[in-house]
């Protein structure tokens, strides 16, 4: 027998049918007063770092409004949050989503952690573009297809907010793309009148927004700028209270250097610093971390503002040509395919990858060809490829190792994506605790279908930040909670400039995560790395709800966001 309905609240009602199925009543058809979202009863961790607390949070239009004690409150949209954590939105550092976000503005495989907001830039950004950078990047496109419709940094961002996006997102002024813009793919010094023309496009990206410059030093062209080169950039980039943000120019055999050269930067240029992706990197090197922390911690005693961020994982990702030495990339991908193609250059080429390491050699860091994960092919030809090590294709085809990695280089007429074994787990576990290391994917947003499926991506891209909530928090207690949600949001936000970001607080943007503590986990593999995480339960950007119930709503607020220098016209 049917029991009466005695009881219809106020929200049930409110939607057009009581829980008996029957009409609602006229006096509830009003719009419920108060907030527009309420998360109810959750353990709120406010992104300070201080300890929890059992709090309601309150959001109206894009702001938080309240959080405390919300009980007598009212709102359109309740969430029940018992026995899960509630945080500010997390903060990727280094996102590779340039590109990815053009075809897909959803950036699920980021949002299903918690991430609300996307830094991207590392050496290379999507703007300041000319003529021939634009040809470049239409010639190196591989299975994501987009025309190039922006000239500056700023409207590229400006190009994906109108597109729609569901995260924020914010960049970096590339160091190689100010370099490229001028000088184009070669090996040379800029002349006092060039170097003045780096320093102007410096003064109008940051007066638009760049958050600061950003060197992939391992890389060519990047690997031709020295020192005082990237000093003069990042003074002109100081002025807008710019940051320098670095792959450094090794982070192996001269991981050492590679520190007092950002060091260096900081102090002349007067300029924090960051880290990217700090690691040790091959086996040889495992040794230097302990010293590469030390170096970071007595600058940070002496005063200078030197950070860093990481990943979780043992390996790396990088093209295949980061296995070319420097001189043979002079000119980019097509000069490089044409020396291997020579008798001459290719045994130079091959001579150097086997003998070298006064150059950043990934081969020799990898350590053995059983440490190189081929991903990532142009060609349908070679995509069976994808998943295979460089020592089991070698094998396949019965050649030598080295030979056939510039084979491949030569037949695929692009960079290959590729991952690189090459830090120790030991090492991660150093790096986690402390206090000024926050976190970045190296890897673009996606899911698994579509375009994304051509290709594997690093399992970093599917599973870095739930990895260090799951892995190194939960499961073997590096940190607490607390101090790694800081270490995710006020912490990035903070280094960042990024005005009222970071923190659960009154009248900062609503970017928040609602998550399980006890289930939130990486899923993603070297050998299936198209996987979500789980734990994530609930997703606000600038107060939209973007994942409810761990599914995306399909809903796309993300705005671009600007560093602390931006001058408004």
Known sequence: MNKPCRFLPLLVVAVGLGM?????LAEAAKEPEGYDVLIRGGTVYDGSGNPPRRADVGIKGDRIVAVGDLAAATAKTVLEA???????????????STDSLLVDGRGQSEVRQGVT?????????????????????????????????????????????RKGVSQNVASFLGATTVREHVLGLDNKKPT????????????????????????????????????????????????????YISHMRSEGERLLEGIDELIRISREAKIPAEIYHFKAAGKSNWKKMDDAIAKVEAARRDGLSITANMYGYTAGAAPLTACIPPWAMEGGEVAMRRRLRDPDSRKRVLDDIRNKTDWPNFYHNAGSPENVLLIGFKQEALKPLQGKTLAQVA???????????????????????????????ENIRKLVPLPW???GSDEAAQAPEGVFLKALPHPRAYGNFARVLGKYVRDEKLLSLEAAIRKLTSLPATNLGLERRGLLKEDYFADVVVFDPKTIADRATYEKPHQYAVGVKHVFVNGAQVLKDGEHTGAKPGRALWGPGRVEK
């Open 395 to 425: 094998r396949q085809r019965g050649k030598d190792p080295v030979e056939t990695l510039l084979d491949l280089l030569v037949e695929d007429q692009s960079g290959i994506g590729t991952v690189y074994f090459i830090t120790a787990e």
């Open 117 to 161: 907001t996307q830094v991207m830039g590392e050496g290379w950004s999507w703007g300041p573009v000319n003529a021939a950078i634009k040809k470049r990047m239409k010639a190196e496109q591989t299975d994501i297809k987009y025309d190039i419709e922006w000239n500056t940094l700023g409207e590229y961002l400006y190009f994906l907010q």
């Open 192 to 243: 006092a009148d060039e170097l003045e023309q780096m320093r102007r496009l410096v003064d109008r990206e940051m007066r638009d927004g760049a958050l600061g410059i950003a060197t992939a030093l391992e890389y060519a062209p990047a690997y031709y700028a020295d020192t005082q080169e990237l000093i003069e950039l990042c003074k002109v980039a100081a002025k807008y209270k710019g940051k």
């Open 437 to 439: 290391v926050s976190f």
């Open 82 to 96: 018992r026995d899960l954590a509630v945080a500010p939105g997390f903060i990727n550092m280094l996102s590779w």
């Open 20 to 24: 008996c199925g029957t009409p609602r």
